[in-house]
């Protein structure tokens, strides 16, 4: 009971690597949250201080017209394969890069020069 306790201490994901953090992580490293998000757990007094960051940014990124296409590139989701191997994330993770490769495509009109598939993943880890 003591393992479920602190792997799962409150609110929030539970404390590893698993499909939301990854994920949480995955996002953050393409550049569409902020620096550090991802790490801070849900009931952490400075995800508050986060959230009013991300609040200040907001106006300006608005103003800047930033869209998801500006920031899913090859080079980003490459990023984040690497993020994810080295972290041991989720393997929930290559389904949905892959689909955001995908969706990215559909939604711009281009691609954005990946096409991603199960062994980009396994050429990454190795």
Same mark, same amino acid.
Request: overall charge neutral.
């Given at each position: 009971?003591?393992?479920?306790?602190?792997?799962?201490?409150?609110?929030?994901?539970?404390?590893?690597?698993?499909?939301? $953090? @990854?994920?949480? %992580?995955?996002?953050?490293?393409?550049? *569409?949250?902020?620096?550090?998000?991802? +790490? !801070?757990?849900?009931?952490?007094?400075?995800?508050?201080?986060?959230?009013?960051?991300?609040?200040?940014?907001?106006?300006?990124?608005?103003?800047?017209?930033?869209?998801?296409?500006?920031? $899913? @590139?090859?080079? %980003?989701?490459?990023?984040?394969?690497? *993020?994810?191997m080295?972290?041991?994330? +989720? !393997?929930?993770?290559?389904?949905?890069?892959?689909?955001?490769?995908?969706?990215?495509?559909?939604?711009?009109?281009?691609?954005?020069?990946?096409q991603?598939?199960?062994?980009?993943?396994?050429?990454?880890?190795?």
């Amino acid at each position: 009971m003591n393992v479920v306790c602190n792997s799962c201490p409150g609110a929030g994901a539970c404390g590893g690597m698993y499909p939301a $953090i @990854t994920m949480a %992580s995955v996002i953050e490293t393409i550049g *569409m949250s902020l620096p550090y998000s991802s +790490s !801070t757990p849900a009931e952490d007094p400075l995800k508050l201080d986060k959230c009013r960051i991300a609040g200040k940014y907001l106006p300006d990124l608005i103003k800047m017209d930033l869209k998801p296409q500006d920031t $899913i @590139t090859p080079k %980003s989701l490459r990023n984040a394969m690497v *993020m994810v191997m080295a972290l041991g994330g +989720s !393997t929930n993770v290559v389904l949905h890069l892959i689909a955001i490769a995908r969706a990215h495509s559909w939604n711009v009109g281009r691609s954005v020069g990946l096409q991603l598939a199960l062994d980009d993943f396994q050429k990454v880890s190795d």
